[in-house]
């Protein structure tokens, strides 16, 4: 409420409708689409609050085929994306980030690895290419 009212100002018309209010609470949600090589699979657009949470976890969340042999913590490539938009709403890259972006398939000037997208705020507004997940060897998780 006070967070509105900072916003907006002091309303003597507002000041019975605090439950109204505390919903429009600003809440923001971060959307992110998912594209696929593999054109078998179509589009898939998921909204939430994200912040915080990276890529990788996402797809885990929303039962998205992306492989992740290290278990998430930046040691493969194998859960290399295409970051096609919203890069600004993510983690900067890292120096080790890059070193293995250059040994996934294909690498390009938008790669990312999944596991290290973490998505700053529910202001994003990203769209990731899902790399075709038949071409890497991953394990099962
Ligand atoms: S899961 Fe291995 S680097 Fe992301």
Redesign the pocket.
Known sequence: MRALEAVIGYCPHLSGISNTRSRINLNKMATVKFLFEDTSIPPQTVSGDFEDKSI?ELTEDYDIHL?????????????HVYVEKGDEFLEEISDKEED?IDRAINPRLESR????CVILDNDAEITVTIPDQRRIIGHEH
């Open positions: 990788l492989n992740h042999n290290c278990g998430g913590v930046c040691a493969c490539s194998t859960c293995f690895l999944g596991c290290q």
